[in-house]
């Protein structure tokens, strides 16, 4: 196992992807010293609020809502043993969890602790989303609603669906101390429609930041803490957001936006730069169109200039469902496209969704997946791992539906783990 500054004619590992699956297993496999070529770019992460979910609700239907994401994984382990996290065990969750977040801080996107608790952060919509890993912008927020502190939330005249009155409206009547307020932005106030980056850009500087400041000041009255939409900062919110509770004196904190957000790019810089400062290949505009296994596999590419193959020894399919391309719905059937594994999928497509809508149980379809081994290694149509050296990780596999569990990151970065480790344990044996 060799890491090579220059391109090795097989990687130990071509990863398949690049949303919080891909990326994770690309950390956490060059993190190991193996030799990692990742294709795909990450769109997909764009999309994400930058919390990092582990597994908040248990079972779905009833929507039981727990308070240590370890309790639920007990849980999911005794309840449904087929579910993807039921196969990572704490340690190597924590592991995970630890590698990741810790890589994301030397890349300048700091997360709160990790305790082993669930913590409630209030959303642009009013509402307390149950999450695992906050971001240090957004984690005084916790704390704040936790304790309902007076506390002052500010919007921007123009910036599209984040309105701090609205969320006031929602939560206000639980939250007494809540108040609102809606300030000019510094240098746009002829402008009618803000966008979130541009702003979070724009704070960057320190006059912009400046002006902001004073016009906050005047509003504080007794809160105790201040609360912004999340534009403090894009490429270093460390510093803006520092800066902003020490001229204000108070607790400050980011809420998620809408996506696609300032901390969906966040995330999406900070991994980037975090792969690639481990040593990570990547291929960003080729996508895998099929792969040939005998002793290494050896993967077609699309999408690079006069088309190319490449060779490794363990190949992880990070290619997420239906949105990622990972999955594809047909008339009939769900396919996965690039190497025509079999999917584990409803009886028809009668069945794909639920007659109400807004069913607590959910919709069949979106438990639809690869179904795998212990280690993530996916099935073939005799219901044996297609080739040793294959994994499939993330939202491509069956028996999890993440938006609803609250457990998006948790599938990720658990089965990235897992994945990277039986790897190592295989090249390390031959
Ligand atoms: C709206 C939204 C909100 C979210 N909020 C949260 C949140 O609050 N907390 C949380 O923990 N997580 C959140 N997430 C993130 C979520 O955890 C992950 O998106 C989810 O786990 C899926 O990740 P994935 O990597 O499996 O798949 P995807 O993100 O879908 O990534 C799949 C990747 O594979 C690539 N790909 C597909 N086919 C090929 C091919 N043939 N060759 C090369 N590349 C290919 C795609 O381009 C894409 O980069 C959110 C995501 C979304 C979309």
């Known amino acids: 196992m060799t890491q090579t500054q ?20 690309a950390l956490f496999a060059a993190e190991q010293g193996l030799s990692v070529l990742q294709i795909g ?17 248990h079972p779905i239907a009833s929507r039981r809502l727990w308070g240590s994401p370890f309790d639920a994984l007990a849980a999911i382990r005794r309840d449904q043993p087929d579910h993807p996290l039921a196969r990572v065990d704490d340690a190597t ?19 709160a602790p990790l305790d082993d608790r669930n913590h409630l952060v209030l959303t642009s919509l009013g509402t307390a989303k149950p999450t695992y890993g906050v971001p240090r912008t957004m984690a005084a927020g916790v704390a704040a609603m936790a304790e309902r502190v007076p506390c002052l939330l500010l919007d921007f005249r123009g910036l599209r669906e984040f309105s701090a009155r609205q969320i006031v409206a929602t939560v206000g009547d639980t939250w007494p101390g809540l108040r609102s307020a809606r300030i000019e932005f510094p240098g746009a106030e002829a402008s009618s429609e803000l966008y979130a980056a541009h702003l979070a850009r724009a704070l960057e500087s320190h006059e912009t930041r400046d002006k902001t400041i004073a016009l906050v000041k005047p509003l504080l009255g007794d809160a105790r803490a201040v609360g912004f939409p999340a534009v403090l900062g894009l490429g270093c919110s460390g510093v803006v957001h520092a800066a902003f509770q020490a001229a204000l004196g108070v607790p400050v ?27 990570v290949h990547r291929l960003l505009r080729g996508n895998v169109t ?10 077609s590419l699309g999408g690079v200039p006069g088309g190319e193959t490449v060779s490794a020894r363990a190949v992880v399919l990070a290619t997420g469902r239906f949105t990622g391309r990972g999955l594809v719905a047909g008339q009939q059937r769900i396919t996965e ?10 009886a028809s497509r009668e069945t794909w ?26 099935f073939d149509a005799t219901g044996r ?29 658990g089965t990235a783990r897992v994945a990277v480790d039986q790897i190592v344990r295989q090249l390390g044996a031959r």
């Open 353 to 378: 969704h639920s007659r109400d809508f807004l069913d607590p149980a959910g919709h069949e379809v979106n438990r639809a997946g690869l179904r795998t081994d212990s280690v993530f290694r996916p």
């Open 337 to 346: 496209p690039v190497l025509g594994l079999p999917v584990q999928q409803p």
């Open 290 to 299: 099929s792969a040939a296994f005998d002793d290494t596999a050896v993967l």
């Open 93 to 111: 969750m924590r592991a995970a969890y630890e590698s990741f977040t810790s890589a994301l801080g030397a890349a300048g996107l700091a997360y």
């Open 6 to 25: 220059t391109e090795p004619k097989v990687w130990d590992v071509a990863v398949v992807g690049a949303g919080m699956a891909g990326m994770a297993t």
């Open 385 to 413: 791992p297609a080739w040793p050296g294959l994994f499939a990780v993330g939202s491509i596999l069956a028996g999890q539906d993440w938006m609803r569990e609250k457990c998006g990151a948790g599938i990720a970065l």
């Open 41 to 57: 770019n990450g769109g997909g992460l764009l999309f994400a609020s930058g919390l990092l979910d582990l597994l908040a609700v």
């Open 253 to 279: 904190f980011e809420i998620p936006t809408m996506p696609t957000s300032v901390p969906g790019l966040r995330l999406m810089d900070a991994l980037e730069h975090a792969v690639v400062a481990r040593g």
